[in-house]
């Protein structure tokens, strides 16, 4: 039993009461801080207007007009003025071209954290009219969900209102891919690798589960090792080990991470690509998605459709695009396929795990009566998982893949499965075959 299971009435009451007190000093702070904003922009408005009063006015004249409001603000907040120079940049950009994010925070309806993820998925949107209609669609999003749930929705939405093709786009930016080394202090350095990002993350994913086997061969012990080694508990993180068998790669073309017996070079990466069937038979333009958040040009989506040894069918609704069923042969399978095509991420809300690496979980336990379907499932990360069985913590599947939370103090969260990555159509579409 929990401390705060064995609660008082009384304490109860008082967290309910600070809980209430929190949401609104997180308003206030976030309305603040859009105000702020609304101060550093002007800061630029009226640099670059005392700029424009000189003839023959420069881009260096608005730079250096900018860098002595900037130097104003820094002197008197004792802050660097080459920050206050950035954040008067970065207001400027919420300010000017994305006004309705910016009139949410300072009404309290967004956080800081909501605003900037929106403005940093909508950056590159260069219309007027497309940028409103996005921002409009994410504001309303960002109501009801967390700020990391709301950047994997922004990239989407800002997506499809882009006017060139996810192809088009995806063959300039590969132009920029590249290798880079920063170094670091204590003799340390840092390497960064820029590329398509299906083959980023599946070379993360696989080094990730090396540097897991690895850590596991370690603590449980090999035979192929000495006596001592045996004896000793690796001590790594995750994080140092998943360096060490990344630069072993890199180095040798061989993944050791102390592995003596060649087990690490048969893992294979395992990535998720939803596809929608319209845009693999070249029918649409809507992009593929990378593990439910960070769209793909469709060529590479089809060349690892083409290539795949089996994948799933995610049905989804044609007018609301909610997700209907991921059929495949085997049923325990197919069951934790659709879970992890429904739910993308940890179902407690504003938590973004990944659902691949979550626990599947009875809603209602199985001991009592709980079946084994998608009805009473769903993926919670290890901490949620131990939050609702050990605390007064209680989720209720309210069918559709909604989770109803209610807390300890007896307020309810609702949560709902992010949309799914679809074609929707309207009765006056013609179907194109």
């Not at 007190?21 to 922009?41: H, K, N, P, Q, Y």
Request: glycine share 8%.
């Amino acid at each position: 039993m929990t401390a705060l299971m064995d609660a008082t009435v009384e304490q109860l009451g008082a967290l309910g009461a600070v809980t209430e007190m929190l949401v609104e000093v997180d308003r206030t702070i976030g309305s603040l801080l859009a105000a702020r904003d609304g101060l550093l922009a002007l800061g630029s408005r009226i640099a670059v207007e005392a700029a424009g009063q000189v003839e023959e006015a420069t881009a260096d004249g608005v730079d250096l007009a900018t860098r002595a409001v900037a130097a104003e603000f820094g002197a008197a907040l004792r802050v660097s003025d080459r920050t206050v120079q950035r954040r008067m940049l970065d207001a400027e950009v919420i300010v000017s071209r994305f006004p309705r994010v910016w009139r949410a925070q300072g009404a309290g309806l967004i956080s800081a954290a909501h605003a900037r993820v929106i403005v940093d998925a909508g950056r590159h949107l260069e219309d007027p009219a497309a940028r409103d209609a996005y921002a409009a669609r994410l504001v309303a999003f960002a109501q009801t969900e967390s700020p990391n749930r709301v950047g994997r929705m922004a990239r989407r939405v800002a997506d499809r209102f882009q006017p060139r093709s996810i192809d088009a786009r995806h063959a300039d930016a590969r132009k920029q891919r590249g290798v880079w080394v920063k170094n670091r202090a204590d003799g340390m350095a840092e390497l960064s690798i820029f590329g398509p990002a299906a083959l980023v993350h599946g070379a993360f994913e696989r080094v990730d589960a090396m540097a897991k086997a690895a850590l596991a061969d370690s603590s449980n012990g090999s035979s192929s090792r000495s006596s001592r080694d045996a004896s000793s508990r690796d001590e790594r993180t995750r994080g140092q080990a998943r360096s060490d068998v990344a630069l072993d790669l890199l180095l040798t073309g061989a993944p050791a991470g102390h592995d003596t017996e060649g087990m690490l070079g048969a893992i294979r990466a395992t990535v998720s690509i939803t596809v929608p069937v319209m845009s693999l038979i070249g029918a649409s333009t809507v992009p593929a998605e990378l593990d439910g958040c960070i769209p793909i040009d469709i060529r590479t989506a089809q060349l690892l459709a083409g290539t795949a040894a089996g994948w799933d069918r995610v049905l989804t609704h044609p007018i609301t695009g909610a997700l209907l069923a991921v059929d495949r042969y085997r049923p325990s399978a197919a069951v934790r396929r659709h879970l992890t095509a429904r739910d993308q991420r940890c179902r407690f809300p504003a938590c973004g795990y990944s659902a691949r690496d979550c626990d599947i979980d009875h809603t209602r336990d199985h001991a009592t009566g709980g079946t084994t379907d998608a009805d009473n499932l769903g993926d919670l990360c290890r901490r949620h998982h131990s939050l609702k069985h050990r605390t007064p913590w209680h989720v209720e599947h309210l069918g559709d893949g909604v989770f109803a939370w209610t807390s300890p103090t007896g307020q309810t969260y609702l949560d709902k499965p992010p949309v799914q990555n679809t074609n929707i159509v309207t009765e006056d579409d013609t179907p194109p075959f």
